[in-house]
């Protein structure tokens, strides 16, 4: 992968760590539902996760493996070697991604990517597709209906990368 990404974690783990035992079959698209003037960095996201609580559970930090900036950078979060928090009975064998945007200006769902991000995104799709060539490229909304996001069809847009 390029120097493009930037790592957050204080471990050390990055994005070329080994993802260990994990066998992964699934690289899940998320939006993170903020406006065009808000952001979601890959710091931001991690202080919005640590600070939530889910049946009684704190979370430990970003769920996603990697987050894709309105300029066209990538920022990694949790370690490939982790599971992800992203995705409920599908973390244990997917990897997380993240663009930032997904809401309109009146808040109402919109795909509001940019061309640097979908450009990213699709660079990024493809490392990883390289990697684990058998992984289903899908939404979080294919794995989980009653989630909104993101606001594309991941399936079609990458249907050339699909194993």
């Not at 990404?5 to 993802?19: A, D, F, V």
């Not at 066998?23 to 539902?33: G, P, Y």
């Not at 979601?40 to 049946?55: F, G, L, M, P, Y």
């Not at 009146?106 to 490392?127: F, H, I, V, W």
């Amino acid at each position: 992968m390029d120097s493009h990404y930037r790592h957050i974690n204080s471990n050390g783990l990055g994005h070329n760590q080994l993802c260990g035992m994990r066998s992964i079959n699934l690289l899940v698209v998320h939006c993170s539902a903020v406006r065009p003037y808000q952001t979601s960095s890959a710091d931001e996201i991690n202080d919005w996760h640590k600070n939530r609580v889910t049946h009684g559970i704190h979370w430990k930090g970003i769920g996603y493996h990697y987050v894709v900036r309105r300029d066209g950078s990538i920022e990694t979060g949790r370690p490939l070697s982790e599971p992800g928090a992203h995705c409920v009975g599908h973390n244990k064998y997917s990897i997380g991604i993240c663009y930032e945007g997904g809401l309109d200006n009146n808040g109402d769902k919109a795909d509001t990517r940019t061309p640097a991000q979908k450009q990213a995104l699709r660079k990024l799709l493809e490392e990883l597709h390289a990697q684990f060539p058998k992984a289903l490229i899908v939404g979080h909304h294919d794995l989980n209906p009653s989630r909104p996001c993101p606001v594309y069809d991941v399936i079609s847009e990458y249907r050339d990368l699909q194993p």
